[in-house]
């Protein structure tokens, strides 16, 4: 693996283990975030063929798990964030 492979993957262990440790505690607007980005992450560094499996039948299902993911968290953004203007009126 080249150094560039190596640091990416350390880069992406340390941000799922970050977002991990958020969820955990249960810090609320900061794991949503945090989430969404280590989805992304893993997104684009997939597409990149950086994080390339084993078993090449299962990239389209990790493309798709994360995305999905990514697009949760999204919705549960919307959903504070609408949640809390509605408070404020």
């Known amino acids: 693996l080249s150094q560039g492979t190596i640091f990416l993957r350390i880069g992406f262990i340390i941000l799922s283990l970050t977002s991990f440790g958020l969820l955990m505690e249960n810090r609320q607007d900061t794991k949503r975030i945090l989430e969404i980005i ?52």
């Open 38 to 89: 280590r989805c992304l992450v893993f997104v684009g560094v997939y597409k990149l063929g950086y994080l390339r499996s084993q078993f090449s039948s299962l990239g389209y299902a990790y493309e798709v798990l994360f995305s999905l993911c990514a697009a949760f968290w999204g919705i549960q953004i919307m959903k504070r964030i609408t949640s809390s203007k509605d408070k404020h009126h």
